[in-house]
Nanobody
Framework: QVQLVESGGGLVQAGGPLRLSCAAS????????MAWYRQAPGKQRELVAT???????NYADSVKGRFTISRDNAKNTVYLQMNSLKPEDTADYYC???????????????WGQGTQVTVSS
């Protein structure tokens, strides 16, 4: 069994920072790309940022220059440092990992339960 547990969400004023963490645990053989998605009320889930297991990041245009994704491979943990937050960043943020379970040949996608981020104006 594999679990992804996010933490770090909360309420923050516009312009402020927030840091999200997501730790993968359980019967994990290897972790490939990790990512953060978000879903605002009434909207579809959207990709925020991804990072390869080699540490190469990619960002949605809406967060470039404000958000930084990073990871600690030894801890199977991915982070999202969010700076200069805007009210439109308000959403539930979800961690995603493409990983291979022990005893399995192929990798698949696992999701965290989500953490809420609210940015007040």
């Amino acid at each position: 069994q594999v679990q992804l547990v996010e933490s770090g969400g909360g309420l923050v004023q516009a312009g402020g920072p927030l840091r999200l963490s997501c730790a993968a645990s359980g019967s994990i053989a290897s972790v490939n790309a990790m990512a953060w998605y978000r879903q605002a009320p009434g909207k579809q889930r959207e990709l925020v940022a991804t990072i390869t297991n080699g540490g190469s990041p990619n960002y949605a245009d809406s967060v470039k220059g404000r958000f930084t994704i990073s990871r600690d491979n030894a801890k199977n943990t991915v982070y999202l440092q969010m700076n200069s937050l805007k009210p439109e960043d308000t959403a539930d943020y979800y961690c995603n990992a493409n990983l291979r379970r022990i005893g399995h040949i192929y990798s698949d996608s696992s999701w965290g339960q989500g953490t809420q981020v609210t940015v007040s104006s």
